[in-house]
């Protein structure tokens, strides 16, 4: 007699994890510019730069508006950090945007935005990922993983 044994579940995707590989991805992409620009490739640099933005504003996009909101209102305090956290991701995305077409870029300023989203990005995985790879619900966690594959 031959038994026949049922195929095993999907392994649940982890949001963490996707968020992760996300922000290592776009510390590199940021380290690539930064070295475009310590070696004077300015047609590199632009090259490189509109695809590092996009990502990170729709990374950004996404936490607003489908995760923070989730949290609790006991973390209110904390979302309020990350959020302003984001307002100066963003203006340091703007400047840098400027300085490169203006051909005043600087490597220092690569190394910074490195260094804030580093900050940031552990500041998250402690108090957002976990939790959310946690608590939300599987179709919540998956509906989410789809709008971040989109981007
Ligand atoms: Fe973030
Ligand atoms: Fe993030």
Do not use: Q
């Amino acid at each position: 007699m031959t038994t026949t044994t049922p195929p095993a579940p999907e392994p649940k995707r982890s949001l963490r994890l996707a968020l992760l590989g996300d922000h290592r991805r776009m510390e590199e992409l940021i380290e690539n510019v930064g070295r475009c620009v310590s070696a004077d490739d300015r047609h590199g640099a632009l090259g490189e730069w509109p695809a590092l933005e996009r990502m990170l504003l729709a990374h950004m996009d996404l936490e607003e508006m489908l995760l923070f909101p989730k949290l609790s209102p006991s973390e209110a305090k904390a979302v309020g950090r990350l959020r302003a956290e984001h307002a100066d991701i963003r203006a340091r995305l703007g400047e840098i945007g400027l300085a490169l077409e203006l051909h005043v870029a600087r490597k220092a300023m690569f190394d910074d935005l490195v260094a804030r989203l580093l900050d940031h990005a552990g500041r998250e995985d402690d108090i957002l990922y976990g939790w959310a790879d946690r608590k939300l619900p599987e179709r919540v966690l998956e509906a989410l993983l789809r709008r971040r594959d989109d981007h």
